[in-house]
């Protein structure tokens, strides 16, 4: 089975069951500029093969020694490496640091059952965390409301007291209703960003293939379209048409949702008549409050580009900083 090279948890599943053999490398802590964040991962085969990354090359080749020798005695192990300034400057950074690299052949130390029920989750969109005790090596799968709430809400794995709590959060989406020329590199900086955009619109001329090749492009009306897409607590939603035949059914449906972010393109006065019509429609205040708009942070964005710019960082600003009114 063909895996996508980003799922490290399924490839080494796959791998395992295969008979190649599998072990999982997890970065579990960083001191100082570490090329690769915590909760990166590397899978190693028993023949050598290795997919993703622990340090963007600096000590992968000691982690696959490592690795092979785990699979051979079937104990985990616990690593620690030192990167140089030179080492990091290889992979684009300033200076080096130090990273702590948890190793775990699959089948002995990470049962196969364990690793099936974390790779269904992942399949499934669940978030779910994966908990392992670095002194007794118990091991655990956290469902999201069971524990930890705030790493999954900042998609922070990371250690509490002995138990390293990897995070494993479906990816983040995002519904850009109205193909207009903003949400051309809009579509771009958001898979850059790390997420699956959907471009909607009813008006096939604007939502082509040939505009946004390679991308998903529904045609349906907008409040059919967003409820399909169904947002969640991963998801955004930006309407661009300025068309409010177009626009005001997809941002009910999104008010409908739990969705961390909306944001409408219009001027002040624009947003005013769109509250107005919104209010009519009968949502609430406090609903209509969620709305970011102008759309975007006030950078002084004039170009399709800049005003994307302006609105990917808007985005992630309201998924990763301090919780604050919608403006």
Known sequence: ?????????????????????????????????????????????????????????????AVVVEAIDALEDGKPRLLEFGVSDDEAFAVGLACGGTIRILVEPVGNALPEPLLADLVAARNACNAVAYVVNVESWARRLVALGEGFDDRFASDKSGFDGDDFVAIHNPPLRMAIVGAAHIAQPLVTMARLAGFDPVVIDPREA?????????????????????????????????????????????????LASDCFYIGCLGSTRTHAKRLARLAEAGIGEDQLARIHAPVGLDIGAKSPAEIAVSIMAQIVL????????AS
């Open 1 to 61: 089975m063909t895996q996508h090279p980003d799922d490290i948890p399924a490839i080494a599943l796959d791998w395992h069951r295969s008979g190649t053999g599998a072990a999982l490398a997890t970065v579990i802590e960083t001191w100082g500029s570490a090329p690769r964040p915590v909760g990166s991962q590397l899978v190693i085969s028993g023949a050598g093969d290795i997919m993703g990354s622990v340090s963007g090359g600096c000590v992968e080749g």
């Open 206 to 254: 604007f939502a082509s293939d040939a505009r946004f090749p390679g991308e998903t492009l529904v045609h349906d009306w907008p409040d059919q379209a967003v409820a399909a897409f169904a947002p969640d607590h991963r998801s955004a939603v930006v309407t661009l048409s300025h068309d409010p035949k177009i626009d005001d059914p997809a941002i009910e449906q999104a």
């Open 318 to 325: 309201t998924l990763r900083g301090p919780k604050r009114p």
